[in-house]
């Protein structure tokens, strides 16, 4: 069983660079899946913020490129999430999530199969 | 990016309705269409992928359709464990965007 679990700080100062972590348990982060970073915040719904690949390939949401650094530590076995110039617009909770690809009928289908349980970042003076 | 619009935002249904939540793609996503469930302070669980291909371990009672831009999910008859808030997502393109969520409450 796949377990993925965030962990970073809690509370943190505007203009400031947030930097969590999402440790993978129970499965290889070098294994053929992606591995994304999505955020809630509060009383809202779902943001993708961008995904990585064990080569460190990645993706990311336009909306935030400009900010967004994912990288990947395989002796770990974990990835980890940078978002520098924060504001409290980037107050959320942020789960991890793993990306699979599996093929239907010939086409191949993506979806995120196992989530952390979440994480809550508030930003504020 | 594609926009994914929910309808509705919330409804109100008994144990035993059946539920049908709409989502509708800004564009042709074809058949990459996801389906998640989300309870207070939990994370979201996939239900269905690939519109109509359900999870390992999700009731029968739910079910996808649809094709392009218009996609349903439909819960058969709804139970107690039911009541949640119920997302799309497309996996057509990136980014990767959600529904802004269907809350399913009880009446």
């Known amino acids: 069983q796949v377990q993925l679990q965030e962990s970073g700080p809690g509370l943190m100062k505007p203009s400031g660079t947030l930097s969590l972590t999402c440790a993978v348990s129970?499965?290889?982060?070098?294994?053929?899946?992606?591995w994304s970073w999505v955020r809630q915040p509060p009383g809202k719904g779902l943001e993708w913020i961008g995904e990585i690949y064990h080569s460190g390939s990645t993706n990311y949401n336009p909306s935030l490129k400009s900010r967004v650094t994912i990288s990947v530590d395989k002796s770990k076995n974990q990835f980890s999430l940078r978002l520098s110039s924060v504001t409290a617009a980037d107050t959320a909770v942020y789960y991890c999530?793993?990306?699979?690809?599996?093929?239907?009928?010939?086409?191949?289908?993506?979806?995120?199969?196992?989530w952390g349980q979440g994480t809550l970042v508030t930003v504020s003076s | 990016d594609i926009q994914m619009t929910q309808s509705p935002s919330s409804l109100s249904a008994s144990v035993g309705d059946r539920v049908t939540i709409t989502c509708r793609a800004s564009q042709s996503i074809s058949s990459f269409l996801n389906w998640f469930q989300q309870k207070p302070g939990k994370a979201p669980k996939l239900l269905i992928y690939?519109?109509?291909s359900l999870q390992s371990g999700v009731p029968s009672r739910f079910s996808g359709s649809g094709s392009g831009t218009d996609f349903t999910l439909t819960i058969s008859s709804l139970q107690p464990e039911d009541f949640a808030t119920y997302y799309c997502?497309?996996?057509?393109?990136?980014?990767?965007?959600f529904g802004q969520g269907t809350k399913v409450e009880i009446k």
């Open positions: 999530a793993r990306g699979v690809v599996v093929v239907v009928a010939a086409t191949p289908h993506y979806y995120f199969d196992y």
């Open positions: 129970g499965g290889s982060i070098s294994s053929s899946n992606w």
């Open positions: 997502q497309q996996s057509y393109s990136i980014p990767r965007t």
């Open positions: 690939g519109v109509f």
